[in-house]
């Protein structure tokens, strides 16, 4: 507990340093747009490196092994085709959020149509991130995520981006970013590398004896296959993986966002390419950390903690244990604070039409109350509600990618190009919402029909000029 006071308090003053540095809106809502190469690697992988890919992907391996890999490996493609044909003409378009792209690429109709996807879906994933770090703080104060968890993260998270903005959410991020990498890479190292008394642990759990524990060790070769695809996770679903989410990481709000505070495009295109190669590391060290918590400490009956937080709670001894614990919260904490300013400035920027810095902090406020609301409901109005971004990538990230890369060159005929929007999105949108209340579930393939038509639709949109 001291620990995390230390850390918030470290937090806190980062942000109230920033608060006098905020000067005008682009200092609030895009770091003032001269991050350095090394901040803005550290600013995007503390981004990416979220509750679905810590703790989600630790959840994976658990269920499917080592093909639970793909989540960030799938990234990794995108970050690579994001730095071949975006990062450049989206720095050049010097823009402020990613719906102005949209504008400058298609028209004002596309802008408000993209701002208020994002606006509105992302509140589901803010509220998502929320009770991702509830359920933490939870664990470390000794009670299930409830009110109290909730209402803690919310006011952590929403104070310390409501002071500083975007400028706050780099540097924070610097810092969150070095402490899980620390937390996850100590971790690994102790548990892989003989330090860890795995016989204990798995007579503890009543695995094994620990004699037949001695004869395999706590070696990679204990958890069986490493096979990239298995039959819980086959070719079809790489394939939807790598256009859904892939899709996110090549023309993603929060990612995009990391462009947009670099201080020219080169610097940019550099933190995505090392950003590409480290994620595939990031991935690797979770899913092994995953897979060894599911062979040595499976869960007990009736319970769901998260591989993670099992191995912070009882295998790793206290110093290793506190810096794995504030590595997740950092991981947790750094997604949740990058979406909260995204939807706020987006909100300000391009739904209000101002560029004010106190409509983007009252934004702040405002979403962020909205989001813990929806957080202390439960997780089934969460998941609805984060179901809507179902639509995004079907719906925008290949009309908006083919916009960017024929800008100047080629003209967009707008009906088409919104007709393609609006059509890919429902094919994602109403499956997730089908799925979501009535329970029906549509094939998963449906997602990728939308990818397909939103393409078409924006390649035949293009007019040489």
């Given at each position: 507990m001291k620990l995390l006071l230390i850390y918030f308090f470290v937090l806190g003053f980062i942000c109230i340093r920033d608060l006098f540095k905020v000067k005008n809106f682009d200092d609030y809502v895009v770091a003032g747009r001269k991050q350095s190469s090394p901040f803005v690697f550290m600013s995007l992988m503390a981004t990416v490196l979220g509750a679905s890919a810590t703790v989600g992907i630790a959840a994976r391996a658990e269920s499917i092994g080592f093909a639970a890999f793909w989540w960030l490996a799938v990234g990794a493609i995108g970050f690579w085709f994001q730095a071949a044909f975006l990062s450049k003409p989206v720095h050049d378009l010097d823009v402020r959020t990613l719906p102005e792209i949209a504008e400058k690429t298609v028209g004002k109709t596309g802008r408000k149509l993209v701002a208020l996807i994002i606006a509105v879906s992302w509140i589901g994933i803010i509220a998502a991130q929320f009770a991702?770090?509830?359920?933490?703080?939870g664990l470390v104060l000794g009670h299930d995520a409830g009110t109290q968890?909730?209402?803690?993260?919310?006011?952590?998270?929403?104070?310390?981006?409501?002071?500083?903005?975007?400028?706050?959410?780099?540097r924070t991020d610097a810092l969150q970013f070095g402490i899980l990498t620390l937390g996850f890479f100590a971790a690994a190292i102790y548990l892989f590398g003989g330090f860890s008394g795995i016989e204990n642990a798995a007579h503890s759990a009543g695995l094994a004896t620990s004699s037949s524990i001695a004869a395999h060790s706590a070696s990679l070769a204990t958890f069986?296959?490493?096979n990239l695809l298995n039959e819980k996770f086959g070719a079809s679903d790489l394939a939807i993986m790598l256009f859904t989410i892939g899709g996110a990481y090549f023309l993603g709000p929060d990612v995009i966002s990391r462009n947009l505070v670099a201080k020219d495009a080169t610097s940019a295109r550099k933190a995505v390419v090392a950003g590409s190669f480290a994620i595939l590391v990031f991935s690797v060290i979770i899913v092994?950390?995953?897979?060894?918590?599911?062979?040595?400490t499976?869960?007990?009956?009736?319970?769901?903690?998260?591989?993670?937080?099992?191995?912070?709670?009882?295998?790793?001894?206290?110093?290793?244990?506190?810096?794995?614990?504030?590595?997740l919260l950092s991981a947790l904490l750094s997604s949740a604070d990058t979406c909260l300013i995204n939807s706020a400035a987006i909100f300000g920027n391009d739904i209000l039409n101002t560029r004010r810095i106190s409509v983007v902090r009252i934004s702040v406020v405002v979403i962020g109350i909205i989001a813990t609301y929806l957080a202390l409901q439960g997780k089934d109005i969460i998941g609805l509600l984060t179901m809507a971004y179902s639509v995004y990538t079907p719906g925008i990230v290949a009309p908006l990618a083919v916009a960017i890369i024929a800008h100047k060159k080629f003209k967009v005929k707008k009906t088409l190009w919104y007709a393609g929007v609006i059509i890919g999105g429902l094919f994602g949108f109403i499956p997730a919402i089908l799925a979501s209340t009535a329970k029906i579930q549509s094939p998963a393939y449906l997602p990728l029909v939308g990818i397909a038509i939103s393409l078409a639709f924006a390649l035949a949109s293009l007019r040489k000029k």
């Open positions: 991702a770090v509830a359920g933490f703080i968890s909730v209402l803690i993260t919310a006011v952590i998270v929403i104070v310390y981006t409501l002071l500083g903005g975007q400028l706050s959410v780099v069986g296959s490493f092994l950390l995953g897979m060894w918590a599911a062979t040595y499976p869960a007990t009956a009736g319970s769901a903690t998260n591989p993670l937080f099992r191995l912070a709670s009882g295998v790793l001894p206290l110093p290793l244990a506190a810096l794995l614990s504030v590595g």
